[in-house]
């Protein structure tokens, strides 16, 4: 039951409905800055420039099941397969940090979810990040994902997801996932 046709929708509706995250805003400026740029819909014939896409993926379920105790916290990301990963030039994770109460430290752990191994493991690390934090609203975290999302594109079998894990002093979990309260 999708729709025929994608709804128009200006870009203050926009900015109003989409969370307040760095890379969305700069994607809506960048728009806002080329439309302004062609005024006349036509292009010059000297701009013959390479073509590039930025592609914004949400979280998902995961289509696979695996058997895990302890429901791993997150995020499963399904890739178009007209993405090929030679072509990748960047990636990132934004992740985002709920607000603290009182300066604190906040370690970040990025995992892998990988099937389960002989002696139990079942991620493996991609980034680990220590950052302060001052009171104040949430703050959002840029990680660099480039040779995780190339992997997952050569391999696909092997894209199971990631973990988020964002801990304070007082094992406070600050990762926020999915939308919605708390």
């Known amino acids: 039951t999708g729709l025929e046709q994608a709804p128009t929708i ?9 969370p307040k995250a760095p890379p969305l805003q700069e994607l809506i400026d960048q728009y806002d800055v080329q439309r302004d740029d062609s005024s006349d819909g ?10 590039t896409e930025t592609i914004i993926t949400m979280p998902t379920e995961s289509d ?6 302890g429901k791993p916290k997150c995020c499963f990301f399904k890739f178009s397969s007209k ?7 960047k990636a990132q994770l934004w992740i985002y940090l ?13 995992l892998r979810l990988i ?3 002989k002696d139990g493991t079942r991620y493996t690390g ?8 001052n009171p104040g609203t949430g703050i959002w975290q840029s990680i660099d994902v480039k ?4 992997n997952w594109l050569k391999q696909p079998e092997s894209n199971l997801g990631i973990e988020i894990k964002a801990f304070d002093e007082n094992g406070r979990d600050l990762a926020v996932t999915f939308p919605g309260p708390g």
């Open 147 to 150: 040779t995780v999302l190339q």
């Open 126 to 133: 991609i980034r680990s990040l220590k950052l302060d934090m």
């Open 98 to 110: 709920r607000q603290v109460q009182k300066p604190t430290t906040v370690f970040v752990q990025i």
């Open 83 to 89: 993405i090929q990963y030679n072509k990748v030039v």
């Open 64 to 69: 696979f099941l695996v058997q895990m105790e």
């Open 42 to 51: 036509s292009l010059e014939d000297d701009d013959y420039h390479a073509t």
């Open 115 to 117: 099937k389960p191994m």
């Open 10 to 18: 200006s870009r203050d509706v926009i900015k109003q409905l989409l």
